[in-house]
């Protein structure tokens, strides 16, 4: 196993990987104590079964650019292939400004090859590649050096192993004719807005029992507080102050140093300090909100006259759908869409794109009447009316 450790190395690597079809991508990083990601190790693979096919690169090696494989994901003559690649993106996007293109994820692909929900990288091996996974080294501390040749071991076959499952679906897909399918879902993963949270946007993430707007206006500026500090000083938000902490803060509304000493669920640092002075700012500046400019919490999705029995033919008919085209039910339509869809929306993804296809179009059919469903022994078929 090789351990790139230098700008050159690393260009190397890419140069070769470049004269290759695609090559594997995944990073090992740690977030615990950190708002952002703290990328620790990036394993990369390219076709081939060859001693230097496949590389460890150590980030935190002193003087290390990882800007040629940057250049290597620029590159669109080469797919990059992650397996569910979410937080791996984030990394770049945040590091580099820069997203892997074309991009293909195994586990959106695996969802629509019928491998079911959220399909695990082991489960992808154990199906794809008839191997089994040494997850001894799961829980690694992967800014620690030097590391072991067992966390070597584990973190390459992350990317070994990957070469075969990308083959398989792309090939899967190929046949289906349904590689559209997962670039549309892959669009959103390469969107910038998926990793751009906006501080004042935050307070929609903090559970509430209360729908007052006075009382949401303290939640939403000790929320954007706590994402500013979190972001500046590269801390966890829970490190600031957790959840419980802020819904008792915009109960209570401290004026004084004093008052926010009586707070029961704040943290000893968050008592004093800078955080103490933001939170003390915070509260003032939602209690003298104008009311018209109350965050309002969108409860318009509880307010839908959902036709129960709609809705349950709805969810035969998407379960019949899916088992027909073994996609992922998940994939299609949550329950709550469903629920939309029987109540009348049409603005809901299950009848767009893609997903019209599969269910979207005869969703819509349902709904007007103009096909119903029968029990055709174990399985379930439209019949037109």
């Excluded at 209690?287 to 839908?304: H, I, N, T, Y």
Aim: negative net charge; charged residues 25%; glycine residues 6%.
């Amino acid at each position: 196993m090789k351990t790139l450790t230098t700008t050159e190395e690393l260009q190397a690597f890419c140069d070769a990987a470049a004269q290759h079809p695609y090559v594997t991508v995944d990073t090992e990083f740690l977030r615990e104590r950190t708002y952002y990601s703290k990328l620790c190790l990036i394993q990369l693979a390219f076709a081939g079964d060859g001693e230097n096919d496949a590389v460890l690169v150590d980030p935190l090696a002193e003087g290390i650019s990882l800007e040629p494989l940057y250049a290597l994901f620029r590159d669109e003559n080469v797919v990059k292939v992650f397996h569910a690649a979410r937080q791996d993106l984030e990394i770049f996007w945040v590091d580099a400004s820069v997203f892997p293109k074309p991009l293909f994820d195994t586990q959106v692909a695996a969802m629509v090859c019928g491998f079911g929900e959220q399909a695990g990288y082991e489960t992808l091996v154990r199906k794809i590649v008839k191997q089994g996974l040494d997850k001894t080294s799961r829980f690694t501390d992967w800014s620690r050096r030097p590391l072991s040749e067992a966390q070597k071991t584990y973190a390459l076959a992350d990317v070994t192993h990957l070469r075969k499952i990308y083959e398989f679906l792309a090939a899967e897909l190929d046949k289906s004719g349904r590689s559209h399918w997962v670039a549309e879902e892959l669009q959103v993963l390469t969107d910038p807005a998926t990793y751009d949270i906006q501080p004042q946007e935050a307070w929609q993430r903090v559970k509430t029992r209360t729908n007052s707007g006075k009382f949401l206006a303290v939640v939403r500026e000790l929320a954007a507080f706590r994402e500013i500090y979190a972001q500046s000083n590269n801390v966890p938000r829970n490190r600031v102050f957790k959840d419980d902490a802020l819904v008792e803060l915009a109960s209570t509304k401290p004026r004084t140093a004093a008052e926010l000493g009586g707070s029961r669920l704040l943290l000893r640092e968050a008592r004093k300090g800078a955080i103490a002075e933001g939170i003390l700012e915070a509260v003032a500046k939602g209690v003298s909100c104008p009311p018209e400019k109350f965050p309002r919490l969108d409860r318009s999705r509880e307010k839908l006259q959902v036709n129960p029995a709609l809705a349950d033919l709805l969810r035969v008919l998407l379960k019949a759908k899916t088992e027909a085209e073994g996609v992922a039910a998940k994939l299609i339509a949550p329950s709550a869409d469903l629920d939309a869809i029987a109540a009348g929306l049409r603005d809901v993804p299950a009848l767009s794109g893609w997903r019209r296809e599969v269910f979207g179009a005869d969703a819509l059919r349902l709904c007007e009447g103009k096909i119903g469903l029968a029990a055709n022994g174990q399985a379930v078929q439209v019949v037109e009316l």
